[in-house]
């Protein structure tokens, strides 16, 4: 028992290192940039929020822990934004999954990784809500926050509803209010 609480107690220290990890876009009102710890927690807390809109019905437990874990492995690979051509650097989050979920017991690390898998995959209807949510917070963010991530990196509108589409399979109205902001910031010079 004492060498597996030891493994998780190392886990537990090793996922320190999220809060080091800094995303694009900035905490609102700030000039700091979130980090990935900040941003799992936040997601977590909005699918808890918007449990009741999903489309499909989901074991929002499962949906939690899937976000809690979901960007772990950008302690080695670091955060992607969403809109750059290294977002989809799989190979790199693969073995970042292997090392970091690897630190803790078997039975615990392979749970953990089976449900980083499933975020990742989104074949189930949790993995589709959590993905929802990872692409919503950001937008919600970003428009209370002036565009802010989006006009410093230049992000145009077509970018931003391509990446958020997904959304509307999530819930149609809510999907439309967002799309809506979307084209006012557009109107207001925030997104070209």
């Known amino acids: 028992m004492k060498v597996e609480l030891e493994k998780i107690f190392s886990f537990i220290i090793e996922l320190e290192k999220l809060k080091s990890v800094n995303r694009m876009t900035k905490v609102i009102g700030t000039d700091r940039r979130e980090n990935s710890a900040e941003h799992s927690w936040q997601i977590a807390v909005l699918a808890m929020s918007l449990e009741g809109y999903a489309k499909e019905k989901v074991d929002i437990n499962r949906v939690v822990r899937m976000l809690l874990l979901h960007d772990v492995v950008e302690i080695d690979a670091g955060d992607k934004f969403i809109f750059s051509a290294a977002h989809a650097d799989t190979e790199n989050e693969m073995k970042a999954a292997e090392r970091i979920f690897g630190m803790l017991p078997p039975q615990v690390g392979d749970e953990f990784k089976a449900l980083w898998l499933e975020y990742e995959e ?64 557009r109107q207001m010079g925030f997104l070209g």
């Open 122 to 185: 989104r074949r189930t209807p949790e993995s589709r809500y959590a993905y929802a949510m990872d692409r919503l917070m950001p937008v919600l963010i970003n428009l209370n926050n002036g565009c802010q991530s989006w006009v410093e990196n230049g992000v145009r509108l077509e970018q931003v509803l391509s990446k958020t589409g997904i959304l509307a399979d999530f819930n149609a109205e809510l999907w439309e209010m967002i799309s809506r902001r979307l084209y006012e910031s």
